[in-house]
């Protein structure tokens, strides 16, 4: 391309370009680029002129050329496509009438912050240092699926939406961040695609607001994190799902609204994470999937537990912050798979590793209360009476209350009604005390039950004494065998 062939404008900034010097053609600091196709030829730029600077730009000795442009308009494409730029390409505050193709481009650095885009071509992009995206505004489908990027993805801020595209609007599946992907205040408008990607550093998606309801605000499936995933102060309206992903650090919810009303507002099965916050946020609307996660710290607040959770096989180090027993339970029993006994068994562990006893205990009885309603009617009312008498082997104590209150109940009665002894002259002296406790208990003999016999209504009450004693003693070992069994 003869340099005669060009405006005012694109002379400018091919002058400028060998040197390395950026050119601003912004007459204030709030011009919008969304607005800018109406923007006069004196600040119109064709893509054909920055692709020839790119390729075969003129150099000039002992200077670094880059192209570092401001507040242009670039018409016609810019086809960039299996290039190799060996120069930094800066493009801010610019208005594309068509969306960028940078398809298996290699590039130095690539910065599109505060510009207006229909769409962005980038699949395979390979990016040496950071590509920043900041504040963009992109109103077409942001592909960057299988892109290698050296540096660090900021995205903070920037709006993507497409209206009529069937595609996720977002696209990074496949690729690799080798610093953080940044991007906290990003609004987006359909669904984000990370399957498969791998991020280097962290994640901040810290006061974003993701919106596709119906359907996955953001699919993250086989996401590897090897930092923090912070995604604080949030609102996503659409599915988030983490399956089969991998934070090394924190995964951080806290004060963020997730709703997929009738789904899984949080799909994280099979996941591995370092620590799992979900807390003070409002209530999640759509079910709390973690069934199979690996955790080391789950920061749970009860009050952040939806009304359904899938949390078989879930399996957790510690549990925080440390709340009662019967704080915790309610969660157990919102699950949609119902009776699952591995649930049980793992709040049970947590509170037996910070020693608090009386909560583990208090988890295995619910545990036992809530495997009687899957039992035939027989079942559970054996289980009704090992709950009554002591509590399924987890209170002890309430068994010794009902033998000293038969026991009184009977030594009053039958030191009032003294039954008859069966051998006049060979009958030990009568001890009220002493016969209910014969009749109480099964393997101990005082001597008395088989010298004294009662009769009518009285005897009727020794059945009782006797019948009572056997399913005591049944449900004391039976509870004590139980509890062994658990320590």
């Known amino acids: 391309m003869e340099i005669d062939e060009l405006t005012a404008a694109e002379e400018r900034v091919w002058r400028a370009f060998p040197r390395g010097e950026a050119v601003d053609f912004r007459e204030s600091a709030e011009d919008d680029p969304e607005a800018g196709g109406h923007w006069g030829p004196e600040r119109t730029v064709r893509a054909r002129v920055l692709r020839a600077l790119l390729l075969a730009g003129p150099q000039q000795d002992g200077e670094t050329a880059s192209l570092s442009l401001a507040g242009a308009r670039v018409t016609g494409r810019l086809d960039l496509q299996y290039a190799t730029v060996d120069r930094p390409v800066r493009l801010r505050h610019c208005h594309f009438e068509e969306a960028p193709r940078f398809h298996a481009a290699r590039l130095r650095e690539l910065n599109l912050s505060e510009s207006f885009l229909p769409g962005f071509v980038g699949h395979a992009l390979q990016a040496d240092g950071v590509v920043r995206l900041t504040r963009t505004r992109c109103h077409g489908v942001l592909r960057l699926g299988g892109a290698r990027i050296g540096g660090s993805l900021y995205l903070e801020s920037a709006r993507v939406s497409a209206p009529d595209a069937e595609e996720p609007v977002l696209q990074l599946n496949q690729s690799a961040v080798g610093g953080d992907l940044w991007a906290p205040g990003l609004r987006t408008h359909g669904q984000i695609r990370l399957n498969g990607a791998a991020v280097a550093g962290s994640v901040n998606l810290n006061e974003a607001r993701l919106s596709c309801p119906g359907g996955a605000a953001l699919d993250a499936e086989t996401f590897t994190v090897e930092g923090d995933m912070l995604v604080r102060r949030a609102e996503v309206r659409g599915w988030l799902g983490l399956r089969g992903s991998r934070v090394a650090g924190r995964l951080d919810l806290s004060y963020t609204f997730l709703s997929s009303p009738g789904g899984s507002a949080l799909w994280a099965p099979s996941t591995t994470i370092g620590e799992l916050w979900l807390r003070k946020g409002p209530p999640m609307e759509g079910a709390l999937n973690l069934r199979r996660a690996r955790l080391e710290v789950l920061f749970l607040e009860p009050e952040s537990v939806p009304d359904e959770v899938l949390i078989g096989e879930l399996t957790y180090t510690s549990l925080v912050p440390h709340e009662p027993a019967e704080r915790r339970l309610p969660m157990l029993e919102r699950e949609r798979n ?88 060979e009958a030990p002296p009568f001890s009220p005390v002493f016969y209910t406790l014969d009749l109480l208990l099964p393997v101990i003999s005082f001597g008395q039950d088989s010298a004294f016999a009662p009769h009518g209504w009285y005897q009727l009450l020794a059945y009782v004494l006797v019948l009572t004693g056997w399913i005591l003693a049944t449900t004391v070992i039976a509870g004590v065998t139980r509890t062994v069994s658990r320590q």
Not at 362 to 382: E, I
Not at 392 to 410: C, E, H, I, N
């Open 338 to 425: 119902g009776h699952v006994p591995y649930a049980y068994e793992q709040l049970t562990a947590a509170y037996r590793r910070i020693g608090d006893d009386h909560a583990a205990r208090l988890v295995q009885l619910a545990k036992q209360r809530r495997h009687r309603h899957t039992l035939p009617w027989y079942g559970r009312l054996w289980g009704l009476v090992q709950d009554v008498t002591v509590g399924y082997g987890f209170r002890p104590l309430r068994a010794a209350g009902w033998l000293l209150s038969l026991l009184a109940v009977g030594s009053v009665t039958y030191a009032a009604h003294h039954p008859q002894p069966l051998k006049a002259g």
